[in-house]
């Protein structure tokens, strides 16, 4: 074979379309010995010669894609010092665009004895770890182009490739569960009717099936332990995981595209799957532990954990700030995916012990030039001190709003004194991003996601039942903010169901009317169950997979939802570029305020109203003449005005509409609760009765415009949007 200097530029393995060069960064090492593995599982082993300002390069004009291989580094073995390299671990390349085959729980991945943790294990680990795999870096991408839709005008589908697909009656078993599926036309289908505009990969990056779980015949559902950064997970893959798993998620992405559907990922840059200092050796460990981990600086032996997974990147170094700027650009321009959501993002924000939010990882997101146009999307907190930022974060980001779920589960619940707190979530949470200069898009409103109770789960279950995780039930989250409706779990009771489904609706109702960019959890269009478990991270089963096969009461629920998304999608009123200022407008065409709050007797709110903690009632008024911002064509936004009239209370209540200045005609649209037929018209200051814990929406168009305009504006109404 002939070898070659090759380059210490790009790092990982890279082929040309004649050989391959092959580029490692250790500033630790002393020898590298880059490892091809044949089908067979021997290895040929070349020793890495040149090395470059820490970067070990060779170049081999033989390999060719498909070529799996790893690394063996040597140099210090000193854990006290912070050094744990091992050459008898073969190791995964951190730049690996492919891995191949997965790890297993065999005692040559640790550098320990399991019976005596002072000795040390120099089995070596190359038949039981795992391979990085040489891929061809070409694919016929036709004329496929971002989405990009407006974030304001972004409705954001959270699935998971296995879970969403594994049991689709329309799509064939042999492709179940894989990018292929994902890709699927009925997938495509199901999310174009719903009326989704991008779709939130839970992690597609390469991650481990931890040992432990395995031994107990559950498996890592979720994905939140990544060992490769570059690498679409092979087990999502149908063809192979010699590089097909590239290419297949390649033609996902494209169709989705084709849809006019965006593909975020949900990343994990926080820590790896190598764990605490028992953990095994895989990568980063054995390459340069020291220069990749936050260690514990009294005892360098021990990892510093803010994400409660048994370590945490060290964000200040440049070589792991390359790694994560490199794979967030490889994900954009080679992936074409559309934008990130961040994983216990404070974690990244870390220097020393405090969140801060201008540090070395924000300030190189702000000025990448491809990184900071796509959509960035934090989970504000981890579990370091200070680790909860909700509203913390730079005027670049995004945020999971965690005050948000809380005060929307709380309001309609029925929890006493939440009024107040639950308009600001509707409005878009000014109060905690306006003062870093941020618009509503810095909300990632949702009331459910992966982690936690699905929203059937929320209105039927008081308390978490995850036994079947094999923890006693002690894991997951016991502060649900759930109501059960009036039975624990499932029910025969025709009108605790019919409770459920209306309080379902109420809050994914609620979520789409809210100002913010609204997050839907797959499966809550369709009521989706887990029994009560809400923390289904190792159950990769019907558990945790979508059941298609639909009741009358999830038929209900879907057809409610695609409703629903239909009206945001219709009306800007419900997804505003600018905060709500309870003010009259300047430049606006109405001489109401943009948002006003009505109590149930029609009268504005007053402040013994808003100071009345068993008040849960109220209507809210969006003015659709006092949107002063154009759109992208530059005109001017002018909407139909809504009320919309919520009882989180249990007992029926009447409502008046406020007087005539307001509107003189209002139309029922949407409502839960089935006492007044859509399409039903009132009159201003007209009192009707809503059941507990129901909602309605009415609509009035915009009352400056004559007969003949509104008939126009009715038959193009995007023209008016």
């Known amino acids: 074979m002939q070898i070659w200097t090759g380059q210490s530029y790009p790092l990982g393995a890279t082929f040309d379309g004649s050989g391959t060069n092959f580029a490692l960064f250790s500033e630790v090492a002393e020898r590298v010995e880059l490892c091809l593995i044949d089908d067979d599982g021997s290895e040929r082993r070349i020793e890495v010669t040149e090395v470059d300002a820490y970067v070990w390069h060779v170049y081999l004009p033989a390999v060719q894609p498909g070529q799996r291989y790893g690394y063996r580094v040597h140099g210090p073995y000193d854990p006290a010092s912070g050094h744990r390299c091992d050459p008898s671990k073969l190791l995964l390349d951190p730049y690996a665009k492919a891995i191949a085959g997965m790890a297993s729980n065999h005692p040559s991945l640790y550098s320990y004895d399991f019976d005596d943790h002072a000795q040390r294990n120099t089995e070596d680990s190359g038949a ?30 959270e699935a998971h490739v296995k879970g969403l697909t594994m049991q689709h009656p329309d799509i064939d078993e042999s492709i179940r569960g894989t990018y292929v599926a994902m890709g699927h036309p009925a997938i495509i289908e199901h999310l174009k009717e719903l009326g989704v505009t991008a779709v939130e990969l839970m992690p597609v990056h390469q991650f481990v099936q931890d040992g432990h779980l395995v031994e107990k015949g559950l498996r890592n559902y979720w994905g939140y332990n990544t060992i490769g950064f570059f690498a679409p997970h092979n087990e999502y893959a149908y063809a192979g995981d010699a590089g097909q798993q590239v290419q297949e998620f390649k033609q996902m992405v494209k ?35 020291a220069a990749y981990y ?26 792991v700030l390359q790694l994560i700027m490199d794979s967030l650009r490889y994900w954009v321009t080679e992936m074409h995916v559309d934008g990130f959501r961040f994983d216990l993002a404070s974690t990244l924000a870390r220097e020393l012990h405090e969140v801060d939010r201008l540090s070395a990882f924000f300030d190189i997101i702000q000025q990448d030039p491809i990184i900071s146009q796509v959509k960035l ?16 974060f730079p005027p670049l980001w995004s945020e999971w709003n965690g005050k948000y779920r809380d005060t929307v589960r709380d309001f309609h619940r029925s929890e006493p004194g939440k009024l107040a707190d639950f308009t600001s979530r509707l409005a878009g949470s000014s109060d905690l991003y306006q003062h870093t200069g ?33 923890e006693g039930g002690n894991d997951g989250e ?13 029910t025969e009771d025709a009108d605790v169901l019919a409770l459920r489904t209306r309080r379902a609706k109420n809050l994914m109702a609620t979520l789409l009317l809210s100002q913010g960019v609204p997050m839907i959890l797959h499966g809550d269009e369709m009521g989706r169950t887990q029994d009560g478990n809400n923390n289904t991270y190792c159950q990769d089963n019907e558990l945790s997979w979508m059941d298609w096969d639909l009741d009358a009461h999830q038929q209900d629920m879907l057809a409610f939802t695609r409703e629903m998304i239909a009206l945001r999608q219709e009306h800007p009123i419900f997804r505003r570029r600018r905060f709500l200022q309870g003010t009259v407008r300047d430049g606006a065409e109405s001489e ?64 008046t509409l406020p007087p005539a200045h307001h509107g003189e005609q209002w139309e029922v649209v949407l409502g839960t609760g089935d006492t007044i037929d859509v399409g039903t018209t009132l009159e201003a200051g007209a009192t009707l009765t809503r059941p507990g814990h129901s909602l309605l929406i009415l609509l009035r168009p915009p009352m400056d415009l004559d007969a ?3 008939e126009s504006a009715d038959t193009d109404r995007p023209a008016r949007a």
């Open 377 to 392: 999307i934090a989970e504000p907190w981890d579990l370091g001190e200070g680790g909860y930022q909700v509203g913390g």
């Open 478 to 490: 016991s502060h649900n903010r759930s109501w059960n409706s009036g039975a624990e779990g499932p």
């Open 438 to 470: 941020r618009t509503p898009i810095a909300s990632i409103n949702f009331v459910t996601a992966h982690d936690g109770f699905t929203l059937r789960d929320l209105v039927s279950y008081n308390d978490r039942h995850n036994e079947a995780n094999g």
């Open 255 to 289: 169709n989705l595209h084709e849809a006019n559907i965006e593909v975020i990922l949900d990343v994990v840059y926080n820590h790896t799957a190598e764990g605490n200092h028992m953990g095994p050796t895989l990568c980063f460990r054995g390459i340069d532990n």
């Open 592 to 655: 109401l305020p943009d948002v006003e709050w009505f109590a149930t007797d029609g009268e504005p709110m007053t402040q013994e109203d808003w100071d009345e903690a068993q008040n849960k009632c109220l209507t809210m008024f969006l003015n659709g003449s006092a949107i002063p911002e154009p759109n992208q064509r530059g005109e001017q936004i002018v909407d139909d005005s809504a009320l919309v009239m919520f009882n989180a209370s249990g007992n029926d209540v009447n409502f």
């Open 294 to 319: 936050r260690l514990v600086e009294e005892d360098r032996s021990h990892y510093y954990d803010t994400t409660g997974t048994g370590n945490s990147l060290l964000m200040r170094t440049p070589h």
């Open 128 to 157: 039981h770890t795992m391979h990085s795999v040489v891929v061809s870096p070409y694919f016929d991408w036709g004329n496929d182009h971002p989405p990009a839709h407006e974030y304001h005008d972004t409705v954001i589908y």
């Open 708 to 710: 003949e305009e509104t």
